[in-house]
């Protein structure tokens, strides 16, 4: 009898959530206010030219999931920005993007703040939304679902060697985190495959 409620003990403990799973689905129910938002806006003022201009909320210190990625093309910036904003283009040679989509544009081409764009990445579909639309230096949109609310931002910065392309990108939720546990270099590798690819075409263009 003390053998059987023994094993009944393991097994229902074993159906409790680990403290980590809870302190994961309790992270990925934090409210991220939309960019725009009084409570999550852009800095307003003079911005800093070499650094991404990030809503309050999404700052990379406040992060679940933040990385980082760079490359300097032999490119102007206005080369470099013409193959970027040219979103219907993206799967044809990168492969983190798949049925990309600009909503309500005949041209297939990111070109205001608002633009939205319907696609496919790591996995996930995703509608996200232009926040930030400065040509030929920054662009930025947000990404929401109920598991995740990511932040991606784009910065090009001209030097006497080319132009710096900085990609970042600021990450809450669920997803998020399974994201940081799981796969932690797998968007970073794609990031760079992306600058490396951008790099390619801006550099052929020139």
């Not at 790591?122 to 926040?131: E, K, L, R, Y």
Request: some cysteine; hydrophobic content about 40%.
């Amino acid at each position: 009898m003390n053998r059987v409620n023994s094993a009944v003990r393991r097994r229902i403990t074993s159906l409790v959530m680990p403290p980590l799973t809870l302190a994961l689905f309790a992270t990925g129910c934090a409210s991220i206010d939309p960019v725009g938002t009084q409570t999550n806006a852009l800095s307003s003022g003079v911005q800093d030219p070499d650094e991404i201009n990030w809503p309050a909320q999404y700052a990379p210190e406040r992060s679940t999931f933040y990385l980082r990625n760079e490359l300097l093309i032999d490119a102007s910036a206005q080369e470099i920005w013409d193959v970027l904003v040219r979103a219907e283009t993206w799967p044809d040679w990168y492969e983190g993007a798949k049925d990309v989509v600009v909503l309500e544009s005949d041209s297939g081409t990111i070109d205001n703040v608002g633009t939205e764009i319907s696609w496919s990445t790591m996995g996930q579909d995703f509608n996200s939304i232009v926040t930030e639309f400065e040509p030929p230096y920054r662009l930025a949109w947000e990404s929401r679902k109920k598991t995740i609310k990511a932040y991606h931002a784009w910065l090009l910065i001209p030097g006497d060697e080319g132009t710096l392309v900085v990609t970042e990108e600021s990450q809450f939720g669920f997803l998020a985190n399974m994201q940081k546990i799981f796969l932690p270099n797998k968007l970073s590798r794609l990031h760079d495959i992306w600058l490396e690819e951008i790099k390619k075409k801006a550099e052929a263009d020139s």
